[in-house]
């Protein structure tokens, strides 16, 4: 039963707001097969735990696009490992397909996708029966040599897109400074420029001014252009019937906006109307919450540092053995760790890394295992003895066996533990998504009921007798009360708050060496009050340093140093 429940993670692109992470959620948790599901905006990741039975992880992905959403598979659960290749040569329809036949032929190959654009191939194999290198090596052979495969360095897209994002959020933003700043001088510093106010406040046509003209035609770029994606996110939230940030920036922002065009309008055709413009609303609107979603990002990307410094544990290189079929040495050569395979026997020198897991077939010495164990005393290992990758050799030659490479090393899944606790999510924020599930539609309502006090009390006090609407002086107050509770209202910091806390926490608990998992149990830590250690190897470094030096008779101060030097 067990082996049939699996754990499935997928990359979604297109999340604005909590309201958009809520909504993927609901879809997945109501997917039939489906036990758990756990969506993060910080991360941008789903962790769904299901059947494969029932559903499989390609009907996922569709639930997931079905919501208007981008989603891309980082892994299925399944037991088996995954390699994205690049392809660099000549890379025609013929050498495509030979490049297919010839690894699907290979014995332990279950899927294979090839996407000529970015040039690279993604391989599912079982790491028993065939490694990296074989997939290499056959892809060369069988085009002789016109096309040659490596390890794609952005093996799942993640970085590479989140440093896109952040390079399209930083040019949108200063973009829109360029015609920002005009705008908000014209209408807010300008005016008190005397001879500045007299040349702004000519008028072009009728009553309408040189200052909203120039106003009315630097906000429409940033309205239109730069804050087009706004638009998109709010017609794809609107089409699938869950409302999001986007709709109440395109809400708030056209409002301010249009309401601007018709009062620069009505006094270009009036002789005696004196119109007032809300152009640098809409337009300074747009510029922070770009600018807010750039920091953002930022947050986002240097919150998975910590996870990128525990995989800088492996060392990049590792150096393999190779025997003649008596099984004898005859010769060895440095490879990418990454391109290590179970049953490799790799040699490890005094103060270098383990490339991988494994056990002893040759030689003796000691691993500092500290980075796994706490334990800062350095573990004795002969022939039969396990070790594990990213552990450092102390003084003597090892050669070793890998058993478990890839994927499944501990420190891969070290990885996946604090990646999972990220995700996970804390009491409080499950709260918090509650709230946030009907906080956009809620926030659109009291906007229309602003606007609707508006029309019926400016009635009632000014035209008791009559349905003529309220002066426009309440109208502009009662737009710019409507404009801040949609705008100001949205759920950003509601949704962030808490996993980006989670985030950075058990990222540098991990770098530290201290695993959490997950946000209930950061939670609950603040309410421990006493905490018992059973060893001072997990407090202290396990190294004595001269922390302080006292000098109690007379010598040469050099001397002496020399001598505290060599007492530590």
């Known amino acids: 039963m067990e082996k049939n429940i699996l754990l499935c993670r997928l990359h979604i692109k297109g999340m604005a707001c909590k309201y958009c992470t809520s909504t993927v959620e609901f879809v997945l948790q109501a997917s039939p097969g489906v036990q758990r599901a756990s969506v993060a905006l910080a991360t941008e990741e789903a962790e769904i735990r299901y059947d494969r039975r029932i559903v499989s992880a390609s009907q996922l992905i569709q639930v997931v696009e079905e919501t ?20 660099d040569g000549v890379l025609d329809e013929r050498s495509i397909m030979i490049v297919k036949n010839s690894v699907q032929a290979l014995p332990g190959v279950e899927n294979i996708k090839l996407d000529a654009k970015l040039r690279k191939v993604t391989i599912s194999y079982k790491p028993e029966q065939t490694g990296p290198r074989d997939l290499i090596e056959v892809i060369k052979s069988a085009t002789s040599g016109l096309v040659n495969a490596s390890i794609y360095l952005e093996a799942d897209g993640r970085d590479q897109h989140r440093y896109v994002e ?26 008190y420029i005397p001879w500045l106010k007299a040349g702004l406040e000519r008028k072009v046509f009728n009553m309408m001014s040189t200052g909203e003209l120039l106003r009315w035609i630097l906000s429409t770029p940033v309205q239109f252009v730069i804050g087009r994606k706004f638009y998109a996110g709010a017609y794809k939230a609107m089409c699938r019937g869950s409302p999001n940030m986007d709709v109440l920036i395109a809400l708030g922002t056209n409002t301010a906006y249009f309401y601007s065009v018709y009062s620069v309008l009505r006094a270009a055709t009036s002789v005696n ?71 490799d026997v790799i040699k490890v020198v005094p103060g270098g890394k383990v490339a991988s897991d494994g056990f002893v077939i040759w030689g003796q010495s000691h691993v500092n295992e500290s980075m796994i164990t706490g334990e800062s005393r350095p573990v004795a290992k002969r022939k039969g003895d396990t070790v594990i990758g990213g552990t450092v050799n102390e003084n003597g030659v090892l050669h070793i066996r890998a058993t478990f490479v890839g994927s499944e090393s501990a420190l891969a899944q070290i990885v996946r533990l604090v990646e999972s606790a990220q995700i996970a999510k804390a009491p409080v924020q499950k709260f918090a998504d509650q709230i946030s599930r009907v906080f956009v539609p809620l926030v659109i309502l009291f906007s229309l009921l602003t606007w609707l ?31 801040s509770v949609m705008v100001i209202a949205c759920p950003c910091a509601l949704g962030l708050a808490t996993p980006t806390a989670v985030m950075v926490a058990t990222g540098v608990g991990a770098s530290q060496g201290v695993l959490i998992k997950g946000g209930q149990a950061l939670e609950s830590a603040q309410k421990v009050d ?9 407090l202290t470094i396990g190294k004595p340093v001269v922390v302080d030096t006292r000098l109690l008779k007379n010598m040469v101060l050099r001397e002496f140093y020399d001598y505290a030097a060599a007492a530590e």
């Open 68 to 87: 208007g959403f981008e989603a891309i598979l980082i892994t299925t659960g399944e037991d088996r490992s995954r390699i994205d290749l690049r392809m």
């Open 530 to 538: 006493c905490i018992v250690f059973d060893k001072t190897g997990t």
């Open 273 to 343: 109307y004196m119109s007032t413009d809300f152009f640098e609303t809409s337009s300074m609107l747009i510029s922070f919450i770009l600018l807010g979603k750039y920091l953002e990002i930022l947050a986002k990307g240097k919150t998975s540092e910590a996870i990128a410094k525990l995989m800088d544990l492996a060392p990049e290189t590792a150096i393999l053995l190779m025997y003649d079929q008596e099984g004898n040495v005859v010769g060895e050569k440095e490879i990418d760790s990454r391109l290590i395979q179970k049953n």
């Open 166 to 191: 952040i390079k399209q959020y930083r040019q949108s933003f200063l973009w829109s400074l360029i015609f920002t700043i005009p705008v908000f001088l014209t209408s807010m510093v300008f005016m």
């Open 453 to 483: 006090a508006w029309f019926v009390a400016g009635r009632l006090h000014s035209y008791p007798n009559s349905w003529i609407p309220p002066s426009m002086d309440s109208f502009q107050l009662a737009l710019q009360f409507g404009i």
